[in-house]
């Protein structure tokens, strides 16, 4: 700030050091052209003088020309006068305010350091108000919502490692996802320890989160779940909140047109980067395979369409995926409820155990798609098992969140983090009691 202040101050001199020396240059030119003009009007009346000595012109033409030739004189003589005055008393006043911007510049200096700690407060209260208004506008929640919203961002800002500008950011997310304020305010909680958990942008996996819920049909109720269940596929899995949010980007509505559930997608996501096949990868792979194994039900005729894909095409590639089922004496049909995808995967890895790798693949392309198959290979080498197991797991891991971003933050570093959120949100509460006199004051000075 001190800085700023004399970069400012320096500004303010060069520019008047400026405008003093040209006004200066200006006046010179001025006096040298009322010298030549006195100079020419002294010769006028010289030649006047020797033309009425030699009689060339007569008393009262000699009388007439003398008097113009010296009120023009006298003019001049006056204006030069004049300007030479001004001229020093320009000369005075400039060494006055020299004195005076180099007073300024040391009391401005001076002044910005002793403020230095304020103008943060101010500047951390204002980035938060600038937060809370984008909120209340996406929200459009009215005064006693904002009120409460305020507070949330507030205590969350000091009790956990994120601050309260970035909790109102995560809340813009919440809210373009169109949230109200009680469910932004309900899932906040579980969002910020899977941020936590994760060491993940806050205000990205709001964005992911909500995306995530839209597409598996879910309320913001399911937040804290969702938050859950994508902490603890990073742990039993090699993947993280990132590379889950960018399969599910793929994977997740169709997915849900299928009828697999959060815990089983999460799952087959989190096999399919254990062998080193990760987020739009498995994205891809997985509603490759979701897709040809869905038929032709409205709700997957819906999401074909939405995805901008030929119908007639995907057609095809399901009855292509339906006959290499059958071949292998699997009934669709006979794989409903929850873990329908857990059924499929258990029969297929009993009817392809016995093959080479070579027919493995071939049927599994058939099945799958010739891009995805090496996923579903992947799944399906692991074992139904593990897909049971770790949909299982997923199922039950409400608080799984929480008691990683305990874990996470129960170090030295982790208190440094929270101790900065508060004293950010303390910067907050004394910055915010002065907004209103610093607009008052800007409005009046740009008035």
Avoid: C
Avoid at 102 to 123: K, N, Y
């Amino acid at each position: 700030m001190a800085g700023k202040v004399f970069e400012i101050a320096f500004a303010i001199n060069g520019a008047l050091a400026q405008g003093f020396k040209t006004s200066m240059q200006q006046a010179k030119g001025t006096l040298t052209q009322y010298g030549s003009k006195m100079t020419e009007l002294k010769a006028q009346q010289r030649a006047l003088d020797s033309a009425l000595k030699q009689g060339v012109i007569s008393m009262d033409s000699y009388r007439n020309a003398t008097e113009k030739v010296g009120k023009a004189l006298d003019q001049t003589a006056a204006k030069d006068a004049k300007l030479r005055k001004a001229m020093q008393n320009k000369i005075a006043a400039d060494a006055n305010a020299k004195s005076a911007r180099s007073d300024l510049g040391s009391t401005m200096a001076t002044t910005a350091v002793m403020a230095a700690p304020l103008v943060g407060m101010l500047s951390k209260a204002a980035d938060f108000e600038a937060v809370m208004s984008k909120v209340k506008a996406i929200t459009v929640s009215d005064d006693k919502a904002m009120q409460q919203l305020t507070a949330t961002a507030r205590e969350l800002g000091e009790k956990t490692m994120f601050s309260a500008t970035q909790a109102g950011e995560a809340m813009t997310y919440l809210g373009m996802a169109g949230w109200n304020s009680q469910q932004i305010m309900a899932g906040m909680p579980g969002l910020l320890n899977l941020a936590a958990a994760s060491n993940t942008d806050l205000a990205r996996t709001a964005d992911i989160v909500s995306d995530d819920l839209t597409a598996f049909g879910l309320s913001a109720e399911h937040a804290g779940h969702m938050a859950d269940v994508f902490a603890k596929t990073t742990t039993k899995t090699n993947t993280t909140v990132e590379m889950l949010g960018e399969t599910m980007k793929y994977a997740a509505p169709v997915a849900h047109a299928f009828g697999a559930s959060l815990e089983e997608t999460a799952a087959l996501t989190g096999l399919m980067a254990n062998s080193g096949i990760k987020a739009s990868a498995a994205g891809t792979a997985l509603r490759s395979g979701f897709l040809r194994l869905a038929g032709t039900s409205s709700k997957s005729t819906k999401a074909i369409e939405e995805m901008g894909l030929s119908l007639s095409e995907a057609t095809a590639q399901q009855e292509e995926a339906r006959a290499a089922l059958d071949s292998l004496g699997i009934a669709m049909n006979d794989t409903n409820g929850p873990r329908k995808m857990s059924a499929i995967v258990r029969d297929l890895a009993d009817k392809t155990k016995d093959m080479s790798k070579e027919q493995k693949l071939a049927t599994l392309a058939t099945i799958f798609g010739t891009n995805a198959a090496s996923a579903w290979v992947a799944v399906i080498d692991q074992g139904p098992d593990a897909l049971d197991n770790l949909t299982k797991e997923l199922e039950n891991s409400d608080g799984a969140a929480a008691t990683m971003a305990e874990t996470m933050q129960n170090n030295a570093r982790g208190a440094m983090t929270r101790l900065q959120s508060a004293t950010e949100s303390v910067a907050i509460s004394i910055g915010s009691t002065m907004l209103p006199t610093l607009a008052e004051l800007g409005d009046s000075l740009a008035n």
